[in-house]
T-cell receptor, first 116, second 119 residues
Framework: AQKVTQAQTEISVVEKEDVTLDCVYE???????LFWYKQPPSGELVFLIR??????QNEISGRYSWNFQKSTSSFNFTITASQVVDSAVYFC?????????????FGKGTRLSVIA | DSGVTQTPKHLITATGQRVTLRCSPR?????VYWYQQSLDQGLQFLIQ???????AKGNILERFSAQQFPDLHSELNLSSLELGDSALYFC??????????????????FGPGTRLTVL
């Protein structure tokens, strides 16, 4: 069975600090996709990134970066120089890859509060 | 704006009642997923439809049902409502694409959600 664990329930940082959100996953599939979604206070789910299990290259997008390590089954998300607008709940998710049309398994989420 | 629409945005009802939540997927997306977000269970997959047919089932109660119509919009029906059904219900639609490696991927776009409150 697939499982995603986000051990950090809540994190609070001061603006401009760097913060890393942890995500550990379990799957028996050899091919899969990992995702991060952001849920701001308004409630919608915003897609941030997709990463497939073939590609362990880290990715950077502006202040966001992701570190995928298959050896430790982790897909961590770092926000550099955090801003108040980054305050949200962040979800890591996993889906099986082969059929390309499968539900997502979500972690419980990490609530990030960035204080000015 | 993800392109996925959900109505209504808020719904307040009483225990024992029945409600219908509606979702319109992005243009061209054949798959629709329903998820429930509650405080104690987190974000859970309920059910998936693909081009009108049920594709996968998750932790969906027997009191809940769904369908996808020929125009691809979907409805989630919740009946005999209980206090514990209060949650945020999301619909997502997905595009299945092909990556450079030739593998298919599943990118799901979520609607704004329907917040259901059962009193």
């Amino acid at each position: 069975a697939q499982k995603v664990t986000q051990a950090q329930t809540e994190i609070s940082v001061v603006e401009k600090e760097d913060v890393t959100l942890d995500c550990v996953y379990e799957t028996r599939d050899t091919t899969y996709y990992l995702f991060w979604y952001k849920q701001p206070p308004s409630g919608e789910l915003v897609f941030l990134i997709r990463r497939n299990s073939f590609d362990e290259q880290n990715e950077i997008s502006g202040r966001y970066s992701w570190n995928f390590q298959k050896s430790t089954s982790s897909f961590n998300f770092t926000i550099t120089a955090s801003q108040v607008v980054d305050s949200a709940v962040y979800f890591c998710a996993l889906s099986e890859l082969l059929s390309g049309n499968t539900p997502l398994v979500f972690g419980k989420g990490t609530r990030l509060s960035v204080i000015a | 704006d993800s392109g996925v629409t959900q109505t209504p945005k808020h719904l307040i009802t009483a225990t024992g009642q029945r409600v219908t939540l509606r979702c319109s997927p992005r243009s061209g997306d054949l798959s629709v997923y329903w998820y429930q977000q509650s405080l104690d269970q987190g974000l859970q997959f309920l059910i998936q439809y693909y081009n009108g047919e049920e594709r996968a089932k998750g932790n969906i109660l027997e009191r809940f049902s769904a369908q996808q119509f020929p125009d691809l919009h979907s409805e989630l029906n919740l009946s005999s409502l209980e206090l514990g059904d209060s949650a945020l219900y999301f619909c997502a639609s997905s595009v299945v694409g092909t990556s450079g490696a030739g593998s298919s991927y599943n990118e799901q776009f979520f609607g704004p959600g329907t917040r259901l409150t059962v009193l």
